[in-house]
Nanobody, 123 residues
Framework: QLQASGGGLVQAGGSLRLSCAAS????????MGWFRQAPGKEREFVGS????????YYADSVKGRFTISRDNAKKMLSLHMNSLKPEDTAVYYC??????????????????WGKGTLVTVSS
């Protein structure tokens, strides 16, 4: 089970950190990622991190601004978002897949979704 938190309202150019807490004993066995869904749009991939945390991959739209990290001992996934833009406004979801990915993975391969957390960036 995944529980995301940390969303809120922030001004453009600001920063926000999302967290995702996992339950169970197999967190380190999953490739983790973040997706987002803006109003009226499809859910899109934001970024992913490998099981050990040694490799991250980002969508072009967030590369250089967002950073994903994980703490397997604490079973926590984080998304640090800097230089936020109004187009980053969306509900953000953490996701877990048992498959091994070193890049983008599709929503269809997600085994577990966290409850979304809303991020609103005002201009």
């Amino acid at each position: 089970q995944l529980q995301a938190s940390g969303g809120g309202l922030v001004q453009a150019g600001g920063s926000l950190r999302l967290s995702c807490a996992a339950s169970g004993d197999t967190f380190s066995s999953y490739t983790m990622g973040w997706f987002r869904q803006a109003p009226g749009k499809e859910r899109e991939f934001v970024g992913s991190i490998t099981r050990s945390g040694g490799f991250q991959y980002y969508a072009d739209s967030v590369k250089g601004r967002f950073t994903i990290s994980r703490d397997n001992a604490k079973k926590m996934l984080s998304l640090h978002m800097n230089s936020l833009k109004p187009e980053d406004t969306a509900v953000y979801y953490c996701a877990a897949t048992g498959a091994l990915f070193y890049s983008q993975f599709p929503a269809a391969r997600v085994d577990y979704w966290g409850k979304g957390t809303l991020v609103t960036v005002s201009s």
